[in-house]
Structure formats: structure tokens, C-alpha cells
């Protein structure tokens, strides 16, 4: 057997207890010491909050509106600046003076790696960052950095790399706490404290505490806490990264100990295994607590298209991660009162709290509307028999180049991807095409969101799901053996593969490298000659933030090929707005409703719960979390490029996005698109932010075929009633 020095075997699909309590790549050392700044999550009036990047627009704007509510904003920093600004000390550097015990983070994506870092080295007790399209390998660095030398040596039938230097930041350290990146915030509305953007309006001093991935699902969430009369205690937004410094599991062990919290909201999607991990805490804290606090889940993505990235950066399974109905099934199991749409958290709530009970039962956590065949998918429809954790959470194509504002990765074709491996000199065959499928197993490299850290996952047969297959932290630390089957664990190239696989991961900065690889014998080398693991089938992913904010890795985003795409898709970008067809990619025609939404993960929970309203949608449409009347004008004109669509739903919740500005863009739509609107009813739901003056401008309208609602289940059901009625 032959044995690659840097990797770690860890069992794919089962969770033991010796896995709940260490993690590959993370010592337990480690975990300890990064837990015990989850203290410093609990904020309130007694929160000292300078800003990184004081002065600019964005900051100036919301430290106005935080100070307003009650923050205490003390200060703020901008590089080569020392004065005043709102009334208050800027300075270059500010930890000294200003003593801060928060630190929210405002500047630009390329920027924002330097200021967690710098934030962390001043042991800042809570850093929250905001960001969107932070470079993966750059939070990857954040979270624990590693550099390797290129120095190789041969020692019997293995290879070893030597470790250069080996520097762990947060994961090392028991100082500072980070939330995010990509999250909206972190806000106490009990102690009047908020660190990012949230919607004031909102949140009012409660008994509610929340924990979510997406800020648009915490806003409905809160806000459908304040019309049950519940409000909130906490809010904890950990953002839509594929990495993220602050996990749903952190903001349950800080909720379920705050004393003003009494009950709690999940808001979960598609990708990764957080959810996963959330149910199996719950299932231990309501077996050792006699009177736990009720809490209430929502998933989003259970109709998300499997290897698309639905919006948020993270919103994707990548391989042996679970998907979403995996995850409300888990949290069912736990105890979980899980339901289909965020606007239900309040009254739920109300009644657990009260001493009833809820019943997991028609339109909560439900998947009507969903084909069987599309309820259990992860990437490249791997079919999962049970869910699936890492052993550490339980655990040829025209190449041409384009400047896109919106797309969050990009997918290498086979025969692009062949040819980079083939450039970057891995051993690629000859004739791919024949060799056998039984001969090929899967050999790919990842991350692991659990850890933080890279990963390598291998199975003797090209699935990610097979009961041998196994993953591998890329620790520099311990040895095992790759399982590839008899003859590729045989091969005698099968450590420099696997090392030339993770070079080009990060090197190119990538997200997943999948292979596909098949030991092969030269005939002319005798039958005792050892067998040669060549590459058959290759789907390689890249960050697209690297080329975005870091201005890196042109070469790799100039092979995307744009005539193999859906030109509907592709001309959505520029205008930041992520569409991605629903049904086959448009050859389903009874996916035929057209949605419009604000926010990646109401996004997703809107086709969601369409979908058990009895409708189909037949597009995944997020506007982004600043939309414009303009841009509500181009998302109709591209929603009406699908002949299939026959009526189409406006699901808006104000934050960022104000309710006015959103219905003075359906009514300029309507104006301007006279001819197709005429025939294609359109039902607007509008919450949140001026949500009373959106409305108004939408019954004041008087265009025909435009309704209006406020509330989701009467818009879901109407929508579905115009459309039975059109087909």
C-alpha cells in the first residue's frame, strides 16, 4: 500500500462520539480555544463598536442609523486618517485609544482579509464582517494559513511535503470572535446594539433569539416575531460563505444560555453540514435539559438545482454534503418544529411557547410539488442514502472572457478541465472515453465547512456516497492510506496526484477539483509492473470572487465558455441579478410560475414554498440585496424570456431594498413592457421596509392584472390560482 504523508483518513458517512468531540485538520486544543470567545457574541449596551473603514459611504450611513437606535459607537478607523467624524474620534488605528469590544468591518472585498487579520492581531473581542465576494482562499488564510514549500522528498513508497510555516489565526486564539464574512450582522434588540445592516423597523426588545445564514429569512423572521407580539432578544446573521467564522451551532450554545431568550429561530439553506450539526446538538441538549427551549427551523434549497450555486456563495453541496430535505429530516428527528417559510416563525413560536404543540405536518418542512426523483439530490445528483457528515462533525468548449457582476463560481467543462490538468502536467488518458466506468474511482480535493480547512475525498468507485468512501484532511501532521481499490492504492504515482491535485486547488483557488481516475498498466512493462493512475473525467470549480475582488486568476476565468450557457442566464449578470432556470433548465414546462425575489435565500425558500402551495417556479430569481427600480424592470424583462412563465410572483422583503423603490419599479415595468405584461398576471408581496407606501403604489396603480398582498400565503395561493387557470 502506498501512503501519502499529508493526509488524514476520516470516514465519510457514519458520526461517532469521538468525531463530536475533535476534528480533523483542528485539534481539540484548537477548538477549545476559539470556543471560549463565543462569550463574546453576547453584545448590548455595554458594547464599546468601532468601524473599519469609518469614513466611507456604506459606514457613514449605518453608524448614523446604529447610533440613532441606541449602539454605542465610539470611534472608528481609516487608514491614514486621524480627526473627527459623526462627532466622534477617526483614527489610523484605533485599539489602543478607543479600547473597543466590537469591530465592524466596512470596506471593500479585496480589503477585508486585511482588516479581520489586523482585527485579530489587536484581539478585538468580536470582528463582524459584512463583505460579499471575499476571495474563498483568502477567508481560507483567515481561518487557519498554511504554507507549503515545494520541496519533495521520496521515502520508500511515499512522499512527504515539508511544512514551511504553519500559522493558525482564529482557530489558535482565544481572543477574538468572527461573524461572518458575507453577513448582515449581528444585532441585540434588548440591548440596543447592532453591528451591521439590518433593518431597524424590524426588531423590537423580545424574547426571541435568531441564528441564520441568510439576512433576507432573518429579517421576515424577526419581523414575523414582532407582529406575533413576540420580539427578539438576539440576532446572529453567520452569513452565506462557504466558510464562516461564527456557525449555527456557536449561536445556539449563546441562545439557549442568554436569559432573555425564550424561544429560537434557525434559518438554514443548502450547503455544508452546519444544519446537520445544529440537529445533533439539539438532540443532546433537549435529552440533558429538563425544560429546553422551543426553537423552529426553516431550510432553504430543498428545490435548489444540484452542483448551482443558489445565490449565496456557499448555497451548494458540494460532494457527500448533505442536501436540504437531508437537513429537515435531521432536524425533524432532533425535536425540531421545522417549517416552510419564515413569515410562520412568529405564530409557531407563539404556540409552543404557550405549552402547545406542533405537528411536522402539512405545509411545514413539507416538499409537495417536489418529484421524488428531485427531493434527494446533492451535486451531479449523488443520490444519498441517509445524511451525510464528515468524520469531524460527527462528521471543447470557445473559451472567451466576460466581466460579470453577479455569478459566484465558475464550472470547467470536461474537455476544458482535461486540457488545464493536462497543461498543469497531470497524468491525463490517452482515450478517456475507454476506460470502462467500473475501472474508475473518485479522487477529488474540497473543503471541509466543518473544519475550515482543505480536504481530499476518495472512493473506489466514482461516488462520493459509497460506503468506502472516504475523506482526508490535508494536515502535514499523519499518514494513511487513499482508498482507490486494490490497484489505485497500488499505483505508484498515486502520492504526487494527489499532491498535484491540491497545488492546483490552491494555486488556482478553486473550490472543488473532481476526478475521476483509473489505474492503468503498461502492457509493455510486464505484468508485475506497478499500474499508473490516470485522470478519465474532470469537473473543476473556481472561485469567482478571486477574479472579482482579488483581481486574480484571469487565465482561469477566460476559459468559461458562454455559448455552452442559457443566454437568458448569462445576460442577467451585468445587472447583478442571479437567474438560474428551474425544470430540466427549461425543458419542464410545467415549471411554469416566474419568480422575483430580493435576497439569495428567500430566494430559494420562495421556489420552496411554491412548490408546496402546489405551484412550480421556473426560476430561481435574486435580485440582490440592492436592488433598484432598474434593476426590477431587467429581472422582468429576463423572467419573460421563458415562454414557459404564465404568471409571475413578487416576493419582496424589505431591508436594504425599500418597499417604495421596489413597486415603483413593477409599476415602470409594467409601463415599459406594456405588450408582454398584458398577457402574464403578476401578484406582489411586499414586507419589510416601507412596505405600507410599496403597497399603496401598487393599489394606486390601476394597472390591470397586478395584485397586491402582504402576506405570503394568500400571494402563493392566488398565483397558483391565475396560473391553473392560464394552462
Given at each position: 500500500m502506498l501512503r501519502c504523508h499529508a493526509l488524514r483518513e476520516t470516514r465519510l458517512p457514519r458520526l461517532s462520539a469521538a468525531a463530536r468531540r475533535s476534528s480533523f485538520g483542528t485539534t481539540s486544543v484548537n477548538r477549545r480555544k476559539y470556543d471560549a470567545t463565543l462569550k463574546n457574541l453576547k453584545i448590548g449596551k455595554h458594547t464599546r463598536v468601532i468601524f473599519q473603514g469609518f469614513t466611507g459611504r456604506q459606514a457613514t450611513a449605518n453608524a448614523k442609523e446604529s447610533m440613532a437606535w441606541g449602539t454605542n459607537i465610539v470611534g472608528g478607523v481609516t487608514p491614514g486618517r486621524e480627526g473627527e467624524h459623526l462627532g466622534l474620534p477617526v483614527?489610523?488605528?484605533?485599539?489602543?485609544?478607543?479600547?473597543?469590544?466590537?469591530?465592524?468591518?466596512?470596506?471593500?472585498?479585496?480589503?477585508?482579509?486585511?482588516?479581520?487579520?489586523?482585527?485579530?492581531?489587536?484581539?478585538?473581542?468580536?470582528?463582524?464582517?459584512?463583505?460579499?465576494?471575499?476571495?474563498?482562499?483568502?477567508?481560507?488564510?483567515?481561518?487557519?494559513?498554511?504554507?507549503?514549500?515545494?520541496?519533495?522528498?521520496?521515502?520508500?513508497?511515499?512522499?512527504?511535503?515539508?511544512?514551511?510555516?504553519i500559522h493558525s489565526m482564529l482557530k489558535t486564539q482565544s481572543a477574538s470572535r468572527l461573524v461572518g464574512a458575507n453577513s448582515p450582522g449581528i444585532i441585540s434588540s434588548v440591548g440596543k446594539c447592532r453591528i451591521g445592516f439590518q433593518p431597524l423597523p424590524c426588531f423590537e426588545p423580545g424574547k426571541v433569539g435568531i441564528v441564520a445564514k441568510s439576512g433576507t429569512l432573518s429579517y421576515e423572521a424577526a419581523a414575523s416575531t414582532l407582529r406575533a407580539g413576540l420580539g427578539q432578544s438576539l440576532c446572529i446573521g453567520v452569513g452565506g460563505d462557504i466558510l464562516s467564522g461564527t456557525g449555527l451551532v456557536d449561536g445556539l450554545k449563546i441562545l439557549v444560555q442568554d436569559e432573555t431568550t425564550e424561544a429560537i429561530a434557525?434559518?438554514?439553506?443548502?450547503?455544508?453540514?452546519?444544519?446537520?450539526?445544529?440537529?445533533?446538538?439539539?438532540?443532546?441538549?433537549?435529552?440533558?435539559?429538563?425544560?429546553?427551549?422551543?426553537?423552529?427551523?426553516?431550510?432553504?434549497?430543498?428545490?435548489?438545482?444540484?452542483?448551482?450555486?443558489?445565490?449565496?456563495?456557499?448555497?451548494f453541496a458540494l460532494p457527500a454534503e448533505p442536501d436540504a430535505l437531508s437537513k429537515v429530516e435531521a432536524?425533524?428527528?432532533?425535536?425540531?418544529?421545522?417549517?416552510?417559510?419564515?413569515?410562520?416563525?412568529?405564530?409557531?413560536?407563539?404556540?409552543?411557547?404557550?405549552?402547545?404543540?406542533?405537528?411536522?405536518?402539512?405545509?411545514?418542512?413539507?416538499?409537495?410539488?417536489?418529484?421524488?426523483?428531485?427531493?434527494?439530490?446533492?451535486?451531479?445528483?449523488?443520490?444519498?442514502?441517509?445524511?451525510?457528515?464528515?468524520?469531524?462533525?460527527?462528521?471543447k468548449a470557445s473559451p472567451r472572457q466576460v466581466t460579470v457582476e453577479s455569478r459566484r463560481t465558475l464550472y470547467?467543462?470536461?474537455?476544458?478541465?482535461?486540457?488545464?490538468?493536462?497543461?498543469?502536467?497531470?497524468?491525463?488518458?490517452?482515450?478517456?472515453?475507454?476506460?470502462?466506468?467500473?475501472?474508475?474511482?473518485?479522487?477529488?480535493?474540497?473543503?471541509?465547512?466543518?473544519?475550515?480547512?482543505?480536504?481530499?475525498?476518495?472512493?473506489?468507485?466514482?461516488?462520493?456516497?459509497?460506503?468506502?468512501?472516504?475523506?482526508?484532511?490535508?494536515?502535514?501532521?499523519?499518514?494513511?492510506?487513499?482508498?482507490?481499490?486494490?490497484?489505485?492504492?497500488?499505483?505508484?504515482?498515486?502520492?504526487?496526484?494527489?499532491?498535484?491535485?491540491?497545488?492546483?486547488?490552491?494555486?488556482?483557488?478553486?473550490?472543488?477539483?473532481?476526478?475521476?481516475?483509473?489505474?492503468?498498466a503498461n502492457p509493455d512493462d510486464g505484468p508485475d509492473a506497478p499500474h499508473v493512475l490516470k485522470i478519465t473525467h474532470a469537473h473543476l470549480g473556481f472561485d469567482d470572487a478571486a477574479l472579482r475582488s482579488g483581481r486574480r486568476q484571469a487565465d482561469v476565468h477566460a476559459l468559461r465558455d458562454l455559448d455552452a450557457e442559457d443566454p437568458a442566464e448569462v445576460s442577467a449578470e451585468p445587472d447583478g441579478i442571479v437567474y438560474i432556470k428551474l425544470g430540466g433548465g427549461g425543458s419542464d414546462k410545467s415549471h411554469n410560475i416566474g419568480t422575483l425575489v430580493n435576497g439569495a435565500g428567500l430566494a430559494m425558500n420562495t421556489v420552496d414554498a411554491l412548490a408546496d402551495a402546489g405551484g412550480r417556479a421556473a426560476n430561481f430569481l435574486d435580485t440582490g440585496g440592492k436592488a433598484t427600480s432598474e434593476t426590477v424592470k431587467r429581472s422582468f424583462e429576463v423572467i419573460l424570456r421563458d415562454e414557459r412563465v404564465k404568471c409571475i410572483l413578487v416576493n419582496i422583503f424589505g431591508g436594504l431594498t425599500l418597499g417604495d423603490m421596489i413597486a415603483?419599479?413593477?409599476?415602470?415595468?409594467?409601463?415599459?413592457?406594456?405588450?408582454?405584461?398584458?398577457?402574464?398576471?403578476?401578484?406582489?408581496?411586499?414586507?419589510?421596509?416601507?412596505?405600507?407606501?410599496?403597497?399603496?403604489?401598487?393599489?394606486?396603480?390601476?394597472?390591470?392584472?397586478?395584485?397586491?398582498?402582504?402576506?405570503?400565503?394568500?400571494?402563493?395561493?392566488?398565483?397558483?390560482?391565475?396560473t391553473n387557470q392560464r394552462t
Open positions: 483614527l489610523p488605528s484605533a485599539v489602543e485609544v478607543l479600547k473597543p469590544d466590537a469591530t465592524g468591518i466596512y470596506v471593500a472585498a479585496h480589503q477585508a482579509p486585511a482588516a479581520i487579520e489586523e482585527a485579530i492581531e489587536a484581539e478585538v473581542p468580536l470582528i463582524v464582517a459584512v463583505a460579499e465576494h471575499i476571495p474563498l482562499h483568502d477567508i481560507l488564510r483567515v481561518n487557519k494559513i498554511k504554507h507549503w514549500s515545494r520541496h519533495i522528498s521520496r521515502r520508500g513508497k511515499g512522499m512527504l511535503i515539508k511544512p514551511r510555516q434557525i434559518c438554514g439553506e443548502i450547503g455544508g453540514f452546519a444544519e446537520m450539526e445544529a440537529a445533533e446538538w439539539i438532540r443532546d441538549y433537549r435529552a440533558r435539559t429538563r425544560n429546553p427551549k422551543p426553537i423552529t427551523a426553516v431550510v432553504a434549497g430543498v428545490n435548489a438545482v444540484p452542483g448551482r450555486v443558489m445565490g449565496h456563495a456557499g448555497a432536524l425533524k428527528a432532533a425535536g425540531v418544529a421545522v417549517i416552510n417559510h419564515p413569515s410562520r416563525f412568529g405564530p409557531v413560536l407563539k404556540t409552543l411557547l404557550s405549552g402547545n404543540q406542533i405537528s411536522n405536518g402539512i405545509g411545514i418542512g413539507t416538499t409537495s410539488g417536489v418529484p421524488p426523483s428531485q427531493q434527494r439530490r446533492t451535486l451531479h445528483t449523488f443520490a444519498a442514502k441517509r445524511p451525510l457528515l464528515p468524520h469531524s462533525c460527527r462528521q470547467l467543462d470536461r474537455e476544458v478541465a482535461l486540457d488545464m490538468l493536462r497543461q498543469q502536467g497531470l497524468n491525463v488518458a490517452e482515450t478517456p472515453d475507454k476506460v470502462p466506468d467500473s475501472a474508475q474511482r473518485l479522487l477529488a480535493v474540497s473543503i471541509n465547512r466543518a473544519t475550515s480547512s482543505l480536504c481530499i475525498i476518495a472512493s473506489p468507485t466514482t461516488s462520493a456516497t459509497d460506503e468506502a468512501a472516504r475523506s482526508f484532511a490535508f494536515d502535514l501532521e499523519v499518514h494513511e492510506t487513499l482508498k482507490l481499490g486494490e490497484e489505485g492504492s497500488r499505483a505508484s504515482n498515486l502520492p504526487m496526484l494527489g499532491l498535484q491535485l491540491v497545488h492546483l486547488f490552491t494555486s488556482k483557488e478553486a473550490f472543488l477539483l473532481q476526478t475521476h481516475v483509473a489505474a492503468i415603483r419599479g413593477i409599476v415602470l415595468a409594467f409601463r415599459d413592457l406594456e405588450t408582454q405584461l398584458a398577457k402574464i398576471p403578476v401578484v406582489v408581496r411586499i414586507r419589510g421596509t416601507n412596505e405600507a407606501e410599496g403597497q399603496k403604489i401598487i393599489a394606486d396603480s390601476g394597472l390591470p392584472g397586478l395584485y397586491a398582498f402582504d402576506d405570503f400565503d394568500e400571494a402563493a395561493a392566488k398565483v397558483v390560482e391565475l
